[in-house]
């Protein structure tokens, strides 16, 4: 039955008539987060991060961490191998796109995939936490023996490359957390990156990066972006 106007303003003061309601926004749909841990480490450096994730509505089923070889060759052997884990956990979940969120020497393989590699169309996300992103000078003390060290060291093939050119390319989102207190990269001035979200973490130490709750929970909201 139709209202006349009188009766349809009637009928909406004496609620008669019920309103369609408003549209309500829904949060993103987190994709799936890949860990890589940094030099001389495994994936269960993770286990703190990972438990904040979960607290913030994260399912076991969307949190990776993917285990390598720090002594092998970043461009060579772990960028490809990193690749196939990534389709790998795209074909497991069903997500087209992924977050990477790397600790240390863990950059380096992650970074090349995402710029060499095709990743910007995959990965949504990209964070490195004390990652040696411009090179260590640590690194010359093992050097000589471990090609992982010679990829981190300053000037390095690897770095340079990566350095070369745009920095932060395609449509992924970047950011960098760094410590002045980082005892590992050095200077700490190598962390940020140029078009990248660059935070400074405070006094931490490299390792704490790992397991700092406020550190967390910028990667959390850097994510939600």
Same mark, same amino acid.
């Given at each position: 039955?139709?209202?006349?106007?009188?009766?349809?303003?009637? &009928?909406?003061?004496?609620?008669?008539?019920?309103?369609?309601?408003?549209?309500?926004?829904?949060?993103?749909?987190?994709?799936?987060?890949?860990?890589?841990?940094?030099?001389?480490?495994?994936?269960?450096?993770?286990?703190?991060?990972?438990?904040?994730?979960?607290?913030?509505?994260?399912?076991?089923?969307?949190?990776?961490?993917?285990?390598?070889?720090?002594?092998?060759?970043?461009? #060579?052997?772990?960028?490809?191998?990193?690749?196939?884990?990534?389709? /790998?956990?795209?074909?497991?979940?069903?997500?087209?796109?992924?977050?990477?969120?790397?600790?240390?020497?863990?950059?380096?393989?992650?970074?090349?995939?995402?710029?060499?590699?095709?990743?910007?169309?995959? @990965?949504?996300?990209?964070? /490195?936490?004390?990652?040696?992103?411009?090179?260590?000078?640590?690194?010359?003390?093992?050097?000589?023996?471990?090609?992982?060290?010679?990829?981190?060291?300053?000037?390095?093939? @690897? #770095?340079?490359?990566?350095?070369?050119?745009?920095?932060?390319?395609?449509?992924?989102?970047?950011?960098?957390?760094?410590?002045?207190?980082?005892?590992?990269?050095?200077?700490?001035? /190598?962390?940020?990156?140029?078009?990248?979200?660059?935070?400074? &973490?405070?006094?931490?130490?490299?390792?704490?990066?790992?397991?700092?709750?406020?550190?967390?929970?910028?990667?959390?909201?850097?994510? #939600?972006?």
């Amino acid at each position: 039955m139709r209202l006349a106007p009188a009766a349809t303003a009637l &009928a909406l003061l004496t609620g008669t008539i019920a309103l369609a309601p408003a549209a309500q926004a829904t949060a993103p749909t987190p994709v799936p987060v890949v860990f890589v841990h940094g030099r001389n480490a495994d994936p269960g450096v993770w286990g703190t991060m990972k438990d904040r994730f979960r607290q913030a509505g994260y399912p076991d089923g969307d949190l990776f961490a993917w285990a390598y070889d720090s002594s092998q060759s970043t461009n #060579e052997v772990l960028a490809g191998r990193f690749a196939a884990y990534i389709d /790998s956990v795209r074909a497991q979940t069903g997500s087209s796109q992924v977050d990477i969120v790397a600790h240390s020497q863990g950059s380096l393989p992650t970074r090349w995939y995402v710029k060499f590699g095709g990743g910007t169309q995959v @990965v949504r996300h990209w964070v /490195s936490l004390g990652g040696p992103n411009h090179g260590t000078s640590l690194a010359w003390a093992c050097s000589i023996w471990d090609q992982g060290c010679r990829d981190m060291t300053p000037n390095s093939y @690897v #770095e340079s490359r990566l350095a070369s050119g745009n920095e932060t390319p395609g449509p992924t989102k970047y950011a960098t957390f760094w410590s002045d207190c980082d005892g590992f990269i050095l200077p700490n001035s /190598s962390v940020p990156l140029s078009g990248a979200v660059n935070t400074d &973490a405070g006094c931490l130490a490299h390792n704490d990066l790992l397991t700092d709750a406020p550190t967390a929970q910028g990667v959390l909201n850097f994510l #939600e972006r």
